[in-house]
């Protein structure tokens, strides 16, 4: 089975950019932007699905509302307020947030319009208070140079941040109040033909023209990637979260081979003559005749008292497990689509006898609801009100499957998949704000913003290469990550060397996160705190890895323990030298054998011994001294 060509599947993508923006505080109040790890406060919320101000009411909202949640809120007073808990109206925009804005769709070469309204966008997940996200158009149009091709701007927004999924765990959701409330643009882009690696570029410039204004957070999760990817003859799939480039890319190819999949799908089930499920006839009660399945899954099931339903599917039969691409099937997508519902899953006739479900039990199945040769079926099990919402959705789920793959809204995964979300939003999503009055936008505004236009990340990258005397690979490599404003403290006292610095911040905090360690454990105050003790020199270049490898590892909570659990401490002459004689005294034979050449193996076994407490320029210098004597 051949993999999809992309080329030739009619493949577009659309990228919206969502960026948090650099302020002393959020949007509509003046609580600080930061992440909190201690909450004082804990309440919780029940959403409900309820008609817009158009009198209808959103589908993905009435999907949401099925999986019946309780919504749980940490709050901390440092970070959020009355505002964050909706028990406060909404104070002034935030003019610094509001000028950001205007500075961004001015480097876009966008329209800024004369007034902004503030609109409320539905927002069903519970990860907003209020049901909504308070979000206002600022421009429209303008566009983004990528490889030499212009991509056009469809519009930028200003609005703030949800809050952060803590954990989702049976009914019950939680969100933290720290993030909700930050301000952030967001910019949607122009769709353009399919290629994943030209919309990681476009991704990857866009993300740069941000960060040159030096008015946007850095860091993960403070930019993400909505992406809307669809195949001709498709709908269009909004893939949310996508926080990493590489992701990205892989994303893109995913979906074009699941989206392309469905289509071949469908056309198989066009070919069949299927119509549709009745819910009233082809659903069946199996609760009893499964009683003496030996599968674990329906014995837990029974015994919690669950029900467990069989749907018929006439004319289906070799479809629901058909692949055309490896690991596509219809099968699978209906599986994740009730996972939504807090079952586990689901069996289908194409994959039994299998999971403990026997040939006896798929005869007694096929028994009681009467299937035909060609036909297909499911079972299903979980409490009554949960599967009847679940079949629900199943037959939906199939009858679109005729038309390939549907319109909806997609999870992004760490390896590269896509999950079924929920289905998209619906033209009424997005109403009026009620709370807040029109935001003028002068024209000295619009002129200001325009002056203000930072050079492009070209010219930024040349400036870093003569500030710092640093070359273009470790400009780029700085300027690229979230340590640039820490790069730029740390070399200000010109005590420490830039490329020293590079080296510290981009490779070696990497390459102790690829050993499993976490790097969001070493904030940038311990970070400074170590090149000052640097500076101070109070500890050697060498202790600088031991000392984040211990806090990444949470062996120690800050710099200090860090230097106390490592028993980092540093060593005077005399001691230094005691324990370097005695690494020569035991390779002697080595050192008259190899002379000179010794001097790198034994450098070697020096900072293994002494890790970090000795300058590893001094120690060489030592052992060079040391060596030259004996062989004299």
Known sequence: MSEVDIKNIGLKVGLEIHQQLDTKKKLFCDCTPIEEEEFSRKFSRKLRAAKSELGKIDPAALFESTKSKTIVYYANPKSSCLVEEDEEPPHSLDIDAKNIALLISSALKSKIFSEIHVMRKT???????????????????????????????????????AGKLVKD????????????????????????????????????TLGRLLRVTKKVMRGIGTIRQDVNISVEGGGVIE????????????????????????????????????????????????????????????????????????????????????????DIRLGKEIGQLVRFFGIGGVFHSDELPNYGIEDNDIKLVVEKIQTEE??????????????????????????????????????????????????????????PETDIPTVKVTSNEREEANSKVPKSWEESIKELERKYQINNQLAEQIFDSEYFEIFENICSSKQNSPNFVVSILCSTITNLERKGLDSKLLDSEQIMKTFELLE???????????????????????VLQALEKASITQL?????????????????EKVKKEQMHALSGLMGIAMKHVRGKASGKIINQKLKDKIQKILN
């Open 123 to 161: 927002v069903i997940d519970g990860s907003n208070t209020t049901g909504f996200q308070r979000t206002m158009l600022v421009s429209q149009g303008g566009h983004i140079e990528v490889n030499g091709e212009k991509v056009g701007v469809q519009s930028i927004c200003l609005e703030e941040d």
């Open 169 to 204: 765990e049976g009914n019950h959701r939680f969100f933290s109040l720290d993030r909700l409330g930050v301000p952030l643009v967001e910019i949607a882009l122009d769709p353009v033909e399919g290629d994943p690696k030209f919309v990681k570029d476009i991704a990857l």
């Open 239 to 326: 893939v949310k979260g996508v926080q990493q480039l590489d992701q990205l890319e892989k994303i893109i190819e995913f979906e074009a081979k699941r989206q392309h999949g469905l289509k071949l799908i469908s056309k198989k089930i066009m070919d069949t003559g299927f119509t549709e499920i009745d819910r009233k006839d082809d659903v069946f009660d199996i609760t009893e005749i499964m009683k003496e399945c030996n599968s674990k899954i329906v014995k837990k099931s029974l015994e919690k008292q669950h029900k467990i339903f069989a749907i018929r599917i006439s004319k289906l039969k070799g479809l629901l497990g058909f692949e055309p691409y490896s």
């Open 374 to 431: 060609n036909d297909a079926f499911l079972i299903i099990a979980g409490e009554k009100i949960s599967v009847g919402f679940a079949i629900d959705s199943i037959i939906n789920r199939i009858k679109l499957a005729k038309d390939g793959p549907p319109a909806e809204t997609r999870a992004a995964t760490q390896n590269g998949d896509t999950v079924f979300l929920r289905p998209r939003p619906g033209a009424s999503r997005m109403y």
């Open 536 to 558: 101070q020199n109070k500890i050697n270049k060498e202790s600088i890895e031991i000392i984040f490898e211990q806090i990444m590892s949470k062996k120690a909570d800050n």
């Open 572 to 588: 005077t002459d005399e001691e230094l030298d005691k324990i370097l004689d005695e690494i020569i005294q035991k390779n002697l």
